[in-house]
Each structure stands twice: as C-alpha cells, then as structure tokens.
C-alpha cells in the first residue's frame, strides 16, 4: 500500500543534542509537510517543499531546519533541541499545490527531550 | 484569511446514539473543507473532503458532513455512534495561495457504552 513512513516513532534526545526525524513516502506525491503537534493541540506547520522549493513557515523558529534529498525522503534537524520542543512531529504529503488536494499523513513520532 | 471554528473540545455521547461535531469556517475565497481523524499517538486520517462537487459529503467510517455557505458550516454527523468511534477529530480548510492546512483546535469525541 502506498503511504507515508516516519521513523522512528518515538524518539528521546537530550536537551540541547540534535536530532534528526524522517519521512518518506510511496505516493510520489510533490509536496512534503512537517507539523509540530503538542498536546491537545492543533497540528501546526512548520514549513512545506514542494518538490524541491523550500517554504518556511515565518514563526518557525531557526532551530527548527528541514532537507529533501529527493522525491520520496524528507528530514525534519532540530538543532539544538529545547524541553519546549517536546511534541509529536508530524509528516504529511500531497499530490500538488492546489487547495483542493488533502494531505496524507504519517504516524507521527512522538519526541521526548530529557 | 482562512480559519476554523470547532465548537466543543470535548463531546461524549451513547454509543448508537447520533454524533454531532460542529465546525464553523472563515474564508475569503471558495473554500475546501477536511474533517479528519486522530487515534491516540496516531497520525491524522482523512475522513471526507468538500471541494464544491456536492454539499452533502459522505466519508468513511459511516460520517458523512454538509457544507451550508449560509452558515459557514460543515458539521460532521454519524447516525449512530460506535466504540471504536473515539477520537479527536479535526476540521480543516486549505489556504487560498497553497494547499495550507488552517486545523480547527479539535474535539476529542467519547462514546459511553
């Protein structure tokens, strides 16, 4: 079944030590999400690629960076991450730009920082 | 600008009985209209869409929603409620210059046996 993967699905780093959450799909979809979800919350966009053109959302913090090596891989790097940043990390796909397409989502990964 | 409304963060009803989870939308163009669902520690799974085709949108899962622009609503029902029917579930319009997601902040919906 095509779909998106994120790996791992729960991830514990240290305050301050970076870390590195993945993504990729089998859709072969254009368009590539990260979302920041805490607790009772809404998801929140963090930034979008579509293909390879990089939005970012304007109050994601600089902390937060994001590469797409390719079609079907996307990373989300939390630099140097804060007890703040705990939350699941959300990706989603969609097929284009248009405000019609629905966005596909991964299982999330949930990250702890100790 | 884009916004979402979600009146009620918290629903509980019996289960058979009719859920009802509201959603009010604000837009300056034609909107496109999500509900979606969240399991716990899951990710978020498309329910149904309205994207101007038909007013009343049938889903998965027995939900289905109608999209009133006098009302700027698209409510989320389901005659009759079911167990496995707890979750929260989110309502969603897209964005006018991209496909932007604008959530609304949820209702997480419990069912009682």
């Known amino acids: 079944d095509a779909m998106v993967i994120q790996n791992p699905r729960y991830q514990v780093t240290q305050f301050g030590k970076p870390v590195t959450l993945s993504c990729s799909q089998t859709?072969?979809?254009?368009?590539m999400y990260w979302y920041q979800q805490k607790s009772s919350q809404a998801p929140k966009l963090l930034f979008h690629?579509?293909?390879?053109?990089?939005?970012n959302e304007a109050d994601t913090p600089d902390n937060f960076q994001s590469r797409r090596p390719n079609t079907s891989f996307c990373f989300l790097d939390i630099r140097s991450p804060g007890l703040g940043d705990a939350a699941m990390y959300l990706c989603?796909?969609?097929?284009?730009?248009?405000?019609?397409?629905?966005?596909?989502f991964g299982p999330g990964t949930r990250l702890t920082v100790t | 600008a884009q916004s979402v409304t979600q009146l009620g963060s918290h629903v509980s009803v019996s289960e058979g009985a009719l859920v009802l989870l509201r959603c009010n939308y604000s837009?300056?163009?034609?909107?496109?209209l999500f509900w979606y669902v969240q399991y716990p520690n899951q990710g978020l799974q498309l329910l149904l869409k309205?994207?101007?085709?038909?007013?009343l949108v049938k889903g998965i899962n027995g939900f289905e929603a109608e999209f009133k622009k006098s009302e700027t609503s698209f409510h989320l029902t389901k005659p009759s409620a079911h167990m496995s029917d707890a979750a929260e579930y989110f309502c969603?319009?897209?964005?006018?210059?991209?496909?932007?997601?604008?959530f609304g902040s949820g209702t997480k919906l419990n069912v009682k046996p």
């Open positions: 989603a796909t969609s097929r284009g730009q248009g405000s019609s397409y629905e966005q596909y």
């Open positions: 859709l072969n979809h254009n368009v």
């Open positions: 690629y579509y293909d390879k053109d990089f939005n």
């Open positions: 837009s300056s163009v034609p909107p496109y």
């Open positions: 309205y994207t101007s085709a038909a007013t």
């Open positions: 969603a319009v897209s964005g006018s210059n991209f496909n932007k997601f604008y």
